[in-house]
């Protein structure tokens, strides 16, 4: 990665398989950034939460810290929280962060969304100083996960030795690696339309299905306006025919819009928070914000974005995905 | 109120003086533009004052001095002996018209109010009787009416009521009317009052739409919006919504009243609830 003179964003991987090691990294960054005067947050389990601030001692009380799961509930909440620490702690060296996502458990689909918004991050976070190093640990991470650390991370650290990851991917060519494995198709008695200008149409659709596939409440407007956000971005930046399939499946509704023509050739589309000026991306970022979880592909043959909304059986509590 | 047609028996239900006042001075300027003779009649005299405020300054005297405008008071026109007869109010009515075509005027306009039912006139079953014979009597005929009723003097249950008789209601024209959505100004608070769609293809008349909302500003310079008829509104709209309030001078406040609660979760999302000049109100109709 190349860092010009504005930009002065690190992101380090780190690859652990010990306490011993765990510590060796993040004693001397937190310290470095304690003795500087500079912000420093901790997001990581429970676990390292705790072995980490018996050593640190009295210094852990300068320390911000979260339990990895609730900084960030969503992948792109934990780009928000991370840019809005960052906001929050002007004028510093360094806004330093380890950040240790939670990985066991997880369904491949959420570990692919987790994997890309950590390639993501390097754009994302590039108009910042935020160093942040994300540790990994060998002894539970699945062995994959640790490849792709590598591949989404430009340089790797272990103890206080910072080396340039071989492996890295520019973000792009991450997501067009990732792109390559075609989604799930819709299953057959997904209800279908064509998605036209008339976008009131696209909403009437996405109304009566959602509603005979048991969303109500509020939880039935804001999957059409989620629906709509997504066609009306399509219609706005991907020039194509553009088709909308509907389903339930287990977990909630899924809705699938998909373009003959190529609207998301910037794999980071939507992970910025809109302002009141008008960007292409702000219609995808309200969708992931309205969903539990956002598939995208681009290919040559078009676009397609996925978007899982909670049903109507959801028991989350009220905002769950958000 | 640009649209009536020979023939209407309209009803205008209104719960604001300038709301009247705009509906009324359309109706009545646009008959006497159009060589009809217009009849007002008035519920009482203190309210004949306003009508001749309705009119160009001036203008009304001339209108009168040819017969073109005739003001009267309604119960003066309509009751007998202080009760109502609907077979001779309707005769009165007919009278009209045929004296209105002798003249040579082109058709006749009708503007009742119907204030004076309240008061005076307890028989609302009779008044009903009379609403429901004028259209037959006047079918076929040049001759439009506006029956005026005040939306605080009636219960919702009676305003259903005597709408039925009438073959339509009017109101202010909308300031922008389109199939998915239709904006009209509003006066207490003042303001516009959206309804239908906000979507890609009306965020930009309803862009404009605000854009002339300060000219509305009320006493203490805050803007208002009614939103309870607001069916769906997107980004772009919500976005426009965020813009007006934070552009305002110092002081003063977009107020969005009876937004729906999944719209106000939106704007949550995108944190633009936490521009002060940006507030929330819940009032009830």
Known sequence: MTVGPTTRSRHHGCLYASDEEFLATTVPFVNAGLEAGEPVLVATTSANLHLLGSVLGDRASRVDHA??????????????????????????????????PVWAGRSARDIEAWQRMESGLNLLLADTNVWMICPYDRRTADPAILVDAARTHPHLVTGEQVTVSDDYLEPAAYASVRDRRP???????????????????VRQFAASRGGALGLSGSRLPLMVAAVNEAASYLLEQAAGEISLRLWAEFGGVVCDLSSTGHGLDDPLVGYRSPELRRAAGDRLWLVRQLCTHVDTRSTAGGCTIRLYLPGGRDEEPAGGPR | MSQSAPGDHLCLVSGHPLERRAVLSSFVDGGLERDERVLYHFADPGSAAAVFDFLDRGAWRRYLDSGQLRVASAPDAYLDGGRLDPDRAVRTLLREVEATLTAGWRGLRVANEMGWTSGRMPESTRLLEFENAIRPALSGLPVTVICQYDRRQ?????VDRFLRPHTGQVGMDPIH???AMRIFPTFDPPGLRVEGSVDAHSAGAFADALAALEERADGNGDSHLDLAELQFIDLDGLRHLAWTASRLPAGRSLVLHRLAPHHRELITLLRWDEIPSLRFQNDRS
């Open chain 1, 67 to 100: 339990e990895t799961g609730y900084f960030g509930r969503r992948p792109h909440q934990r780009v928000a929280a991370f840019r809005d620490y960052w906001r929050r702690h002007p004028g510093a060296g360094y806004v330093r962060i380890i950040a240790e």
């Open chain 1, 183 to 201: 989604l799930p198709d819709p299953p057959d008695g997904a209800a279908t339309a064509a998605v036209t200008p008339d976008l009131g149409a």
């Open chain 2, 154 to 158: 009636l219960a919702r249950a009676s």
């Open chain 2, 177 to 179: 009317s389109d199939n």
